[in-house]
């Protein structure tokens, strides 16, 4: 199988402090991966140095088939990201927004327009062409931005927490945006704190002061520590982090 | 005398009407929550029982005081945690903490025993500035902050939003201990686990409480029947059991799909066998009780 990351003993310190402590794993090709810690496990610096945005201390790590040392840039050209926090400007209109993602990830002026009106089709957004984004409901915003981190079709997409906050009926229409997205061939990569969407995910890896703990298909976390839930799992995993992240 | 009496509240920003005619009562002594997604109006609600902003319409008033004329006195007996931390990022842990009780004019050591099993946990780094805390650690001492002057109503807006699991285990632990206080506590939260810690909750969407119960009530009313089924390959599966004509609803939950079918069907055999026509094998229907985010969704669709 196609691997889109491969981590290899990955290790990042700011001072004395090891943030993440030597992680190896490998991600397929159209995957959906969770990966879950409690705050302050790591998962952050992990993800930074994955999207080439801050270098690894030592080890090695490729996503995209780009090496995030040595060709940082082509990884974020070939990545895309999205976060909860941040994502689309509020003050651009859909299109302004769209363009300006499509133009930054070095798309040509035709293809943005010609992709854009497809987007918008498909997402039934015709009539918001011109709508200021602030102005959106939260859902569509949403959508919008998590369609926005794709335009580009890159081979793996980033998203940060991406369901915070929202109504549980939005929440799941998110993650079928996410299997549409599979469906394509895209890689996801998942961060969330809500521990039913971890079952929505191919395999989930577990994060425990800067270590990975466990990594498995939900099904086997599930058996592995005979627990009812991927709550049950995280809980077991999590409280015996030493690290006073929280 | 009610802790807190809302009577056909309103509030607009421009043309958004965050509240649109809200009205609640909480007991003394309760822990109550406000459940719903962002844009709710959860914050606008906080702020106005907090006298940090004034309704368009209608009547808040906190232990008997109104919100518009005696802010001044409710200011006295409340604390309020925003969602944002808002804390002096360049003052220390200790001086946040000496400054909030300086502000209510009480002393640390006059309410310690309050703040104790929680303050405990950052006192080891109480000469850190509290912009270089973790996120966990902000949380800790916003909440010492809000409780240093032993107010009678606690009112607390996402203490626990983008904190993982067990840290929110955690900390609805120190609420159940704080409410033994005799403390009337208001936490509002988008994770709709949380509600089922609360003694009442109400569930908010688009400005409205859409109804007001203890958790456990709120399920009983749940007057459909509602299925789980589990298959191989479940977003196939979601896919199909919506194309399914006997389908009123279908969610993903976790590792199973939650159905409800159409006209109060008695049996979910047809599915099953519609299921196994479409390849998915035996897949076996089990009867549940609904849960909060089963709920949650009903209410919003009507």
């Known amino acids: 199988m196609k691997k889109v990351i491969e981590a290899e003993n990955l290790v990042k310190k700011f001072g004395d402090f090891t943030a993440v402590d030597n992680i190896t794993f490998q991600v397929n090709e159209g995957e959906i991966f969770g990966f879950l810690g409690a705050n302050g496990a790591g998962k952050t610096t992990a993800m930074r140095m994955l999207c080439g945005l801050s270098k690894p201390t030592s080890g090695e790590g490729r996503v995209a088939g780009y090496d995030i040392g040595k060709e940082a840039e082509k990884v974020k050209a070939n ?3 999205m976060s909860q926090k941040f994502s689309l400007y509020n003050d651009l209109k859909v299109w302004e927004n769209i363009r300006l993602f499509g133009g ?15 987007l918008l089709k498909r997402l039934n957004f015709e ?12 859902g569509w915003k949403q959508k919008l931005a998590f369609s926005v981190s794709i335009f580009h079709n890159p081979k793996i997409v980033f998203l940060d927490e991406p369901t915070g906050g929202v109504d549980p009926a939005t929440r799941r229409q998110f993650w079928e945006l996410i299997y549409e997205a599979t469906d394509r061939g895209i890689t996801v990569f998942v961060t969330t704190h809500y521990m039913d969407e971890a079952e929505y995910c191919d395999r989930v890896s577990i994060m425990v ?15 592995t520590y005979d627990a009812k839930n991927m ?5 077991q995993l999590a409280r015996t982090a030493k690290r006073n992240g929280g | 005398m009610k802790a807190i009496e809302v009577k056909g509240l309103k509030k607009k920003y421009r043309k958004t009407e965050a509240i649109k005619g809200v009205s609640f009562e909480v007991d003394k002594g309760e822990l109550f929550g406000i459940i719903g997604p962002d844009g709710a109006g959860k914050t606008t609600l906080f702020r106005i029982l907090t006298t ?7 009547e808040a008033r906190v232990e008997g005081l109104d919100t518009i004329k005696d802010y001044k006195e409710i200011r006295h007996i409340v604390g309020y ?6 804390l002096y990022q360049d003052l220390s842990v200790e001086e946040n903490l000496t400054f909030f009780a300086t502000v209510f004019n009480t002393t640390i050591e006059e309410n310690y025993h309050l703040i104790e099993d929680i303050y405990k946990q950052i006192e080891p780094f109480k000469r850190r500035k509290a912009g270089k805390l973790s996120g966990g650690m902000k949380q800790k001492l916003a909440l010492s902050c809000a409780l240093i002057h032993k107010p009678k109503v606690l009112f607390l807006d996402e203490p626990t939003t983008g904190v993982d699991p067990v840290s929110r285990k955690e900390f609805w632990g120190m609420l159940k201990k704080l409410k033994k206080e005799g403390i009337t506590i208001v936490v509002s939260t988008p994770y709709m686990d949380e509600a089922m810690l609360c003694d009442r909750i109400a569930l908010i969407s688009e400005g409205e409480i859409m109804k007001i119960n203890s958790p456990e009530g709120i399920i009983d009313e749940y007057d459909s029947r509602l299925w789980k089924i589990r298959g191989e390959d479940m977003h196939r599966l979601l896919k199909d059991v919506r194309e399914y004509e006997g389908t009123e609803s279908c969610y993903a939950f976790g590792d199973s799909l939650h159905i409800t079918l159409k006209g109060g069907e008695e049996s979910i055999g047809g599915l099953e066998k519609f299921a196994e026509e479409k390849g998915h094998g035996k897949i076996r229907g089990e009867e549940i009780r609904a849960n909060i985010e089963d709920c949650f969704m009903k209410l919003m669709k009507k």
């Open chain 1, 79 to 81: 990545i895309g990201y």
């Open chain 1, 104 to 118: 930054i990830y070095g798309m040509g002026s035709d293809e943005i327009k010609e992709k854009t009106d497809e």
């Open chain 1, 127 to 138: 009539n918001e062409k011109n709508t200021m984004v602030k102005s959106l409901p939260l």
């Open chain 1, 209 to 223: 002061d800067g270590r990975i703990d466990a990594l498995e298909s939900p099904m086997k976390l599930r058996e």
């Open chain 1, 231 to 235: 709550d049950e799992v995280f809980y």
């Open chain 2, 52 to 58: 940090l902003i004034y309704p368009d319409e209608g």
């Open chain 2, 81 to 86: 945690m925003p969602g944002r931390f808002s």
